[in-house]
């Protein structure tokens, strides 16, 4: 029999009711003939409420300690949903992240996921039962319990896939799939059936919140397929998967707030001395622009539950050498050759312009071109390029739907 992941974000498990539907969900899979392993998120907005409740004790927690209360609320769902699953008369077990033998590397908050050793579900699943995992979490390789960053759920979920060899990856969520802008912020935006890899990855990477970054990698690695769908209603979804690209231009417009720019000056040295620092908090540092003069990175600090203390360490370290600006965002405009369409970039700088916003830098890569921005002006100009570069693209051959 062929194994299918599922993977169930908060909002398709925030309560009983709605487990309960998962489990129907969950057994009509096990009963059309396929081996089953199901990775839950906690129920509903549980994580954002322990991290509120950790953060009335200490507005900078400890890292070790987040990782221990946060990991609770996976291990809640999937407690509740194999009993559910039992009730309805199907065999079900379940397993936190270090049982289903997820192994990471030492960081807490952010941990990679440096191998999968999914011994003891291949012999639960070889004895007909289904396997429910805690999502977001694993155990170092010291035995520490550790998590996989915010949208954890996901990179568990493909991970996992991938070592198991399963047939694909069903990832369930509010949303049924992957749309050319943020529904929220752009009212009109398109429905995309097709992605490849490398186009949902840069969309991850830019801040959509459909599939976690880091989970895509899983995917490709083990050429596992990806059905992005609606948990409660069933129609449309999105495919990822190797190599499919319908064109080039835009496909997406993607907004991310909560960004903070360090800008190192004196030159390389200096950088490095940042960069140094945030190593050593555990900051991620993403964009990094190493000028002869001046450089610079980007802290997502909308996910970085120390901030305070690591933003007081790069300047007791660094003085008046660094400067920190913080309540930045960025969008980023994702497609195949996009960065290089020099017509693209064109009216995209004058899209802006027009619109009177004042741009902090714009960079490019072959796939993406990512404007620096006030976090306010964010949603304005999420909605000018999706006008400018998505909306108006000819649809023939892309599949998109309005």
């Known amino acids: 029999m062929s194994i299918i992941v599922q993977k169930y974000g908060g909002s398709s498990v925030a309560d009983v009711e709605k487990i309960g539907i998962v489990a129907d969900k969950v057994v009509a899979t096990r009963n059309a003939g396929h081996q089953v392993v199901v990775v839950v998120s906690a129920m509903g907005k549980t994580t954002d409420q322990l991290l509120a409740l950790a953060k009335q004790i200490d507005e900078n927690p400890a890292r070790r300690e987040l990782d221990m209360l946060l990991t609770t609320g996976e291990r809640v769902t999937m407690a509740l949903l194999s009993m559910a699953i039992q009730k309805r008369g199907a065999d079900a077990l379940s397993f936190t992240g270090s049982q289903s033998g997820i192994i990471t590397n030492d960081r807490h908050f952010d941990a990679k996921i440096i191998e999968v050793r999914p011994y003891r579900i291949e012999d639960e699943l070889a004895r007909g039962r289904i396997v429910i995992v805690a999502g977001y979490q694993g155990m170092s390789y010291r ?7 915010r949208g954890g759920s996901d990179t568990t979920a493909l991970a996992l896939a991938s070592a ?10 509010d949303v049924d799939g992957v749309y050319s802008a943020d529904p929220r912020v752009v009212t009109d935006a398109r429905h ?33 397929a990806i059905h992005a769908r609606a948990t409660f209603a069933p129609g449309r979804e999105t495919i990822v998967r190797e190599n499919d690209t319908h064109g080039a231009g835009a496909r997406a417009v993607v907004g991310q707030k909560g960004l903070t720019r360090v800008r190192a000056r004196g030159g390389p040295a200096t950088l490095r001395s940042a960069l140094e620092v945030a190593e050593a908090r555990s900051i991620s540092a993403r964009e990094v622009d190493a000028g002869a003069d001046e450089g610079s990175f980007l802290v997502t600090t909308a996910t970085t539950p120390d901030w305070g203390a690591g933003r007081a360490e790069l300047e007791r370290c660094l003085g008046e050498h660094v400067r920190i600006e913080e309540g930045l965002g960025m969008v980023s405009v994702v497609g195949d050759g996009i960065g290089r369409d020099h017509g693209a970039l064109t009216l995209a700088m004058d899209t802006i312009a027009c619109s009177g916003e004042a741009v902090l830098r714009v960079t490019t890569t072959p796939l993406r071109m990512c404007v620096l921005l006030r976090e306010s002006l964010v949603d304005d100009t999420t909605r000018a390029l999706h006008d400018a570069l998505v909306k108006l693209r000819e649809p023939k051959g892309t599949g998109a739907t309005q």
């Not at 035995?143 to 960053?149: F, Q, V, W």
């Not at 097709?194 to 995917?219: C, N, P, T």
């Open 143 to 149: 035995r520490e319990i550790t998590t996989l960053g």
């Open 164 to 173: 198991l060899g399963a047939e694909r990856a069903e990832i369930y969520s």
């Open 192 to 224: 995309i059936p097709l992605l490849s890899y490398d186009e949902m990855q840069e969309m991850a990477e830019a801040g959509a919140k459909v599939l976690h970054a880091a989970a895509i990698e899983h995917a490709r690695k083990g050429a596992v």
